[in-house]
């Protein structure tokens, strides 16, 4: 099995920053695709960004010039760097990733959340 823990999340002033980290453990033979997603009260699930394990990213138009994402593949983590927070960036934050697991199955994992609020 392969577990992703988020941390960093917290609450923040709007136009503060914060950053996200999923680190990732288990029977990991290869992650492939990681991103983050978040979830507002009410709303759907919504693409954050997203990163290939060769560092390519790509990110909603929403965080655009805002929000960082990157990778440590030695050490099986990804991170979340949100700058200039906005109230409408508030929800909690899920970690993905696409696992090529030691049993050599590939499979969708997903973290619990960790909750951001930024207050206006």
Known sequence: QVQLVESGGGLVQA???LRL???A???IFKINDMGWY??????????VARITVDGTTNSADSVKGRFTISRDNAK????????SLKPED???????????TTARSLVDFW???TQVTVSS
């Open 15 to 17: 136009g503060g920053s």
């Open 21 to 23: 980290s999923c680190a």
């Open 25 to 27: 453990s288990g029977s």
């Open 38 to 47: 978040r979830q507002a009260p009410g709303n759907r699930r919504e693409l």
């Open 76 to 83: 099986n983590t990804m991170y979340l760097q949100m700058n």
């Open 90 to 100: 508030t929800g909690v934050y899920y970690c993905n990733a696409v696992v090529l």
């Open 111 to 113: 973290g619990q959340g």
